[in-house]
T-cell receptor, first 113, second 114 residues
Framework: DTTVKQNPRYKLARVGKPVNLICSQT?????MYWYQKKPNQAPKLLLF???????READTFEKFQSSRPNNSFCSLYIGSAGLEYSAMYLC????????????FGPGTRLLVL | GEQVEQLPSSLIVQEGASVLINCSYT??????FPWYKQEPGKRLQFIID?????ERKQNQRLTLLFDKKTKHLSLHITATQPGDSAIYFC?????????????FGDGTVLTVKP
């Protein structure tokens, strides 16, 4: 089973409120990624976990938090949502790091009003 | 950092035609180039990849060409079918085991008309 699952699939949030998105995989992959994708734009890497080590991109360092309580689950947390956070959030996982296929989830569409 | 550009941004072809999607990158340290496609309403799906020590890779109707000198890739799809209609994304990775970071292009929207 190469399925990556994401919950919820759709999320409506108010400006200034927190948002928590969940991703899970049962492939025992070491690495899990979170991307942000806006219409007609490339998926943009926000952060990733290799095992228990979190790596955040420099330009999104303060905007997103994440946790990985076990190998299968990974969350993406926004402390105070702004209008600019409206996007599709994609979770992916891979067996290792570097040159390894990433398997993507269906995404969570977040709309901030 | 790495930048990836894809051209064209969209194309429409008749079923049976061949298409070419071009991709260029800027970081000479990039060594791994996976391509993904996203069909309408579906998740991103890996379709083919190439490493910088190769010039060509084929997977059924897909052929991926790589030119390290010009930092250019091209994806050739032959005998297109309506089911090939999707957004195709080129990506590049430095292959650094400390990052595994993929930088994506903005995508090419392919529409295959029956």
């Amino acid at each position: 089973d190469t399925t990556v699952k994401q919950n919820p699939r759709y999320k409506l949030a108010r400006v200034g409120k927190p948002v928590n998105l969940i991703c899970s995989q049962t492939m025992n992959h070491d690495t899990m990624y979170w991307y942000q994708k806006k219409p007609n734009q490339a998926p943009k890497l926000l952060l990733f976990y290799y095992d228990k080590i979190l790596n955040r991109e420099a330009d999104t360092f303060e905007k997103f938090q994440s946790s990985r309580p076990n190998n299968s689950f990974c969350s993406l947390y926004i402390g105070s949502a702004g209008l600019e956070y409206s996007a599709m959030y994609l979770c992916a996982s891979s067996r290792a790091r570097g040159q390894d296929t990433q398997y993507f989830g269906p995404g969570t569409r977040l709309l901030v009003l | 950092g790495e930048q990836v550009e894809q051209l064209p941004s969209s194309l429409i072809v008749q079923e049976g035609a061949s298409v070419l999607i071009n991709c260029s990158y800027t970081d000479s340290a990039s060594v791994y180039f996976p391509w993904y496609k996203q069909e309408p309403g579906k998740r991103l799906q890996f379709i083919i990849d190439i490493r910088s020590n190769m010039e060509r890779k084929q997977n059924q109707r897909l052929t991926l060409l790589f030119d390290k000198k010009t930092k250019h890739l091209s994806l050739h799809i032959t005998a297109t079918q309506p089911g090939d209609s999707a957004i195709y994304f080129c990506s590049a990775s430095t292959g650094d085991t400390n990052t595994g970071k993929l930088t994506f292009g903005d995508g090419t929207v392919l529409t295959v008309k029956p």
